[in-house]
């Protein structure tokens, strides 16, 4: 039997996380982790509280087998699920709990994703396209790159990896699968090359953004974002907690914008004599800015230099 590779992940954010996820040590109480990935930042809420139980969600196979295996010390307070956060609602209902006193989510890739390079997701090493953070998924990254219409692809290129010569990009994406369908990792790295060059010294290497911005439309990773925080809000107890750690700009602005809706009672356009939207607060942010690594953790760890966490309280 083949053996599953370790699976290194180090949790980023992990201090700030316990001071912001907070319970009554001696009530038992319920987490969703609905990225438990390898399972980091559980085991540290997991250990603080005797009495937590544990609903792990996760994408990725891989993951779920290592946190299975990390947090096997915390027994049947411990529940892991394969799926998506989107749905953690409907997961939980299905796990017969109907409230949680905390969600925890911290999106984005894991480290053992990009650094296997079977699969696919670093342009630093010559492998299959895939991408996929559920590997039962028909849409590989080769696939999305070999159907994407061109505008679609200049879109998520703009949009995902915050890319200026998008419309290029895609239009030579195009131009290069009419030759040859894009199938390995250094096919993509060849449209970089191709069309943006060599990065300025002190930027991302062209081909990160490139990569992630088709990493994001393989996984539907904003879409899940946001129902996922609609399901958490839904799933909360009063004065239960979300907590979100995200990696990216534009899911930090889905997050900020998210609470600060939900923590707002009127929503009408600014100039209205009378509300008419009828929006009600139903959330608190507790963090007023995104609380970001301290540079002892950057030092040790550089994934977490574009970090961010939000946290916001159900009223
Ligand atoms: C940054 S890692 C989480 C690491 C984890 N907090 C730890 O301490 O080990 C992100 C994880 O989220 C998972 N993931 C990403 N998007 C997801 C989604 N929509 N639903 C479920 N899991 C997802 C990935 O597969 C990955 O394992």
Redesign the pocket.
Known sequence: MSQLPAFE?I?VLKDEVLQYLTFAEDHPVRLID????????SAALLEKYPKLELLG????DM?LNAAGKRLAFAGSRVRLVR????DLAAIAVENGWDQVDGILL?????SP?LDLPERGFSWRNDAVLDMR?DRRSELTAGRWLNRTGEAEMARVFREYGEIRRAGALAKKAVEMRENKPFAMTSDLVALSDAVLGRAKPGHLPHPTLVFQAVRIAV?D?LR?LES?LKSALRMLVPGGRVAVISFHSLEDRIVKNFFRKESTACICPPGLPVCCCGHEAVLQTVTRHAVTAKEAEIAANSRCACARLRVAEKL
């Open positions: 992940h949790p609905g990225t438990v990935g390898g399972g980091g930042h969600i996760d994408r990725d993951a799926g998506c956060y989107a911290d999106i984005g890739v894991s994703q953070m996984n990773e899940q996922g």
